[in-house]
């Protein structure tokens, strides 16, 4: 499966902002889908899961903000991110594997190029 992350961009604290992600392959619907994202000098942390039974996963820091989604008709995954706050500023990825998508970022073997979301106060 190949990625393509985009929607990024730079918005004031308490917006919003929509990133999509972009799949290609006959196996979309069977991939667990996640959003990791990396600050500077930072690891690359879980920020939300999709499985392929649409079971959603998200880390505390985001959750009743964020809104993963998915459309398998289109093979696209979203991120919707609301009340943004200043320590959400990062890149953010998305990354598919088979079925289950977990918070470990090793586990995934499909990842997209990134997409900067930079949160201005």
């Known amino acids: 499966v190949q990625l393509q992350a985009s929607g990024g961009g730079l918005v004031q604290v308490g917006g919003s902002l929509r990133l999509s992600c972009a799949a290609s392959g006959r196996t979309f619907s069977t991939q667990g889908m996640a959003w990791f994202r990396q600050a500077p000098g930072k690891e690359r942390e879980f920020v939300a899961a999709i499985s392929w039974t649409s079971i959603t996963t998200y880390a505390d820091s985001v959750k009743g903000r964020f809104t993963i989604s998915r459309d398998n008709a289109k093979n696209m995954v979203y991120l919707q991110m609301n009340s943004l706050k200043a320590e959400d500023m990062a890149v953010y990825y998305c990354?598919?594997?088979?079925?289950?998508?977990?918070?470990?970022?090793?586990?995934?073997?499909?990842w997209g190029q990134g997409t900067q979301v930079t949160v201005s106060s």
């Open positions: 990354a598919a594997r088979p079925l289950v998508a977990t918070k470990t970022p090793v586990d995934f073997g499909s």
